[in-house]
């Protein structure tokens, strides 16, 4: 035994001879001098990460915590929010089987703040929830948009003074031009706003807008918190109260270049939501609103039910008629869902990409009549 030890001793120092004879070793050790620092670097952090791991302290650190919220924060998100789902879900209970999206496996994800993952889990229990929440205590708490669920003997107008907002805001945000059409059972979208949303664009002034939306001045003036001289620079979010507006024949954004393949000299006018998405308003990921950003121009916020009173404010035309391509927004959830139209069918359905419907950050496609009420609109 001992033997065998000895002679295995002695193979192995030839072999080390023989590889610092070979040249190789001098390579290493020239390496090693050239690139000290970063070696030392190296063995560092795997030392720290070596010590963080044993002892499960400071996961939050400046290596190791940094590089586990990196990867772990969208499992995080998903765990969370899965922990909180809610039997009869209203959005996870498909219309119309689903397929699954591929072709977005890739798509990047907007990581979020604990904070923001917070806010999103107390969204997600709205949306999920399989009776109606109290739309006036949801405004309340701070939402940006409610679903209410119209009653026997309810009109537009009596609905607009119970939440203290106009007629006008009601039909600007669920795209109604005959108030008389809304029906029990009917979901529409309820603002925390008095008035119309307006983007100020080059050449406006409080005057022009007051005339534009038969409003008075002094209300836009004192409703924005306006200087007394009513001074309003391009870019502003002004809110028009009790302001009134047509259609107009040609919008703002028809002038622009922001045409994008396949519009520019087919004769129809450009559409602002074909433009590059990366430049638009940035939504978390997994809903419903993030996925449709990240192939439209969305330069809004807001949860889907606010798309079409938002749309409107920036002058981008709505409709009740489906066009491939086009945004259709929902009143499927408590806070509205928002997809993208890919096919028009000549038997009165559409087929549409979405996600959120059938489970959280899952994209999935689904057909749906489009004589169903819960379409509110389209955003073209």
């Known amino acids: 035994m001992f033997n065998n030890a000895s002679v295995k001793i002695k193979i192995i120092e030839k072999r080390f001879i023989q590889f610092v004879k070979s040249g190789y ?19 560092a952090t795997f030392v720290i990460m070596a010590g963080n791991l044993s002892t499960d302290k400071d996961r939050q650190g400046l290596l190791f915590g940094y590089l586990e919220k990196e990867i772990d924060n969208k499992a995080k998100i998903i765990s969370r929010v899965k922990s909180q ?31 923001d993952v917070a806010i999103n889990q107390l969204q997600h229990q709205v949306l999920t929830a399989s009776t109606p929440p109290d739309a006036e205590k949801l405004l309340d708490q701070g939402a940006d948009v409610a679903v209410y669920l119209v009653k026997e003997g309810d009109s537009v107008s009596t609905i607009a003074s119970k939440f203290g907002i106009t007629v006008n805001t009601i039909l600007w945000a669920n795209d109604i031009e005959n108030a008389a059409l809304i029906q029990p059972g009917d979901k529409i979208f309820i603002l925390p706003v008095a008035g ?75 559409s602002i939501i074909d433009r590059n998405p990366k430049g638009g308003h940035v939504f978390p990921y997994g809903y419903c609103t993030w996925f449709v950003a990240q192939y439209k121009y969305v330069p809004w916020g807001g949860n889907a039910g606010t798309w079409l009173y938002n749309a409107r404010a920036y002058g981008v035309k709505t409709g009740k008629t489906p066009k491939v391509g086009s945004i259709v927004v929902t009143s499927e959830s408590w806070y509205g869902h928002v997809a993208i ?33 819960v379409i509110k609109g389209y955003i073209y």
């Open 25 to 43: 070793s001098r390579k290493i050790l020239e390496f090693f001098r050239k690139n000290s620092a970063l070696v030392v670097v190296i063995v």
């Open 85 to 115: 789902s809610v039997q009869n879900n209203l959005l996870m209970a498909p219309l119309a089987m689903a397929s699954s999206l591929n072709e977005n496996e890739g798509i990047e994800a907007t990581m979020l703040s604990d904070e």
């Open 196 to 270: 119309l949303k307006h983007i100020v664009r080059d050449g406006d002034t409080v005057k022009k807008l007051a005339k534009e939306y038969e409003a008075d001045e002094q209300e836009i003036i004192a409703f924005n918190d306006l200087p007394a001289n009513g001074a309003i620079e391009t870019g502003d979010e002004l809110i028009i109260p009790g302001g009134e507006k047509e259609e107009p024949d040609a919008l703002f954004f028809q002038e622009r270049n922001y045409y994008s393949s396949g519009v520019a000299g087919s004769g129809r006018a450009p």
């Open 341 to 373: 139209v890919e096919k028009v069918h000549s038997n009165g359905t559409i087929t549409i990409a979405e996600m959120n419907y059938k489970g959280f950050a899952v994209a999935s496609k689904r057909t749906l009549s489009t004589s169903s009420r």
